[in-house]
């Protein structure tokens, strides 16, 4: 049976839900990350990746070190250059610093293709990055490193617009993404733009959230429980402490 939201005014946010990972996981040496709506791409726990407590439950925090990451460098969870939804909670780990919490495609700033959409930051700013293309600064600035933030980066007919908190940050018209080929979580691929900071709720949907899907997943601040659609497996390893 598919999985669900907790909170789901309309019963429309598994429409189009492409990929969902609550970072839960706890378990020492967990190497696979399991997507866990069964429609997007699991991804490989690489080097240290750190459980931490999260908006909701776990969540995972990254160290800026290339070798530290969650990647899966041939499947991404949408190929789709308009009409998408990006959301995760972020907290950054450093201000100010350059680094990409999640991307839905691959951009390491050196070795192409270079492709797809992610979110991060840029010195103590957000930050939307578009691989090979450009990024946009919405105009949101963190303030510190202990504040969760939920990000949503939509982009509707052309446009792209950011929220944080439920609110809306800025909007852009004049960068078109390329198709992404690959997912990553706390960097852009392989020691591309690593991230350093938390990063909880990953979620990526083939529409544009509507106004009453985007307040359900910030839901007050406390964000919006996700069941799986199976129990999260859990292969055991070397990777998660």
Not at 85 to 95: D, F, N, Q, S
Not at 118 to 129: A, E, P, R
Not at 189 to 214: M, P
Request: hydrophobic content about 35%.
């Amino acid at each position: 049976m598919p999985g669900n939201f907790k909170v789901d005014v309309a019963g429309t946010l598994m429409t189009s839900l492409v990929y969902y990972c609550s970072l839960d996981e706890t378990n020492l040496g967990v190497t696979t990350l399991i997507e866990e709506s069964n429609s997007g791409p699991n991804c490989t726990i690489e080097g240290t990746v750190s459980a931490i407590t999260g908006t909701l439950n776990g969540a995972k925090s990254f160290d800026g070190v290339g070798t530290n990451r969650i990647q899966n460098t041939t499947t991404a969870a949408t190929s789709a250059v308009n009409n998408y939804t990006m959301a995760a909670w972020i907290r950054p780990g450093v201000l100010p610093y350059t680094g990409i919490a999640v991307m839905n495609g691959r951009d390491d700033g050196a070795t192409s293709p270079f492709n797809g959409f992610g979110i991060g930051q840029s010195g103590s700013g957000l930050q939307i990055f578009f691989g090979g293309v450009g990024s946009f600064a919405p105009g949101f600035t963190f303030a510190n490193t202990t504040d969760w933030k939920h990000i949503i980066m939509q982009r509707s007919s052309g446009t792209t617009s950011c929220y944080v908190n439920n609110v809306l940050q800025g909007t852009t018209s004049g960068t078109a993404p390329v198709a992404g080929t690959a997912f990553a979580i706390g960097t852009a691929r392989n020691a591309g733009y690593i991230w350093n900071g938390g990063v909880d709720e990953v979620g990526v949907w083939t529409k544009v959230l509507s106004a009453q899907e985007r307040t359900d997943l910030y839901n007050g601040g406390v964000g919006n429980e996700f069941t799986p659609a199976n129990p999260i497996e859990l292969i055991p390893s070397r990777g998660v402490t």
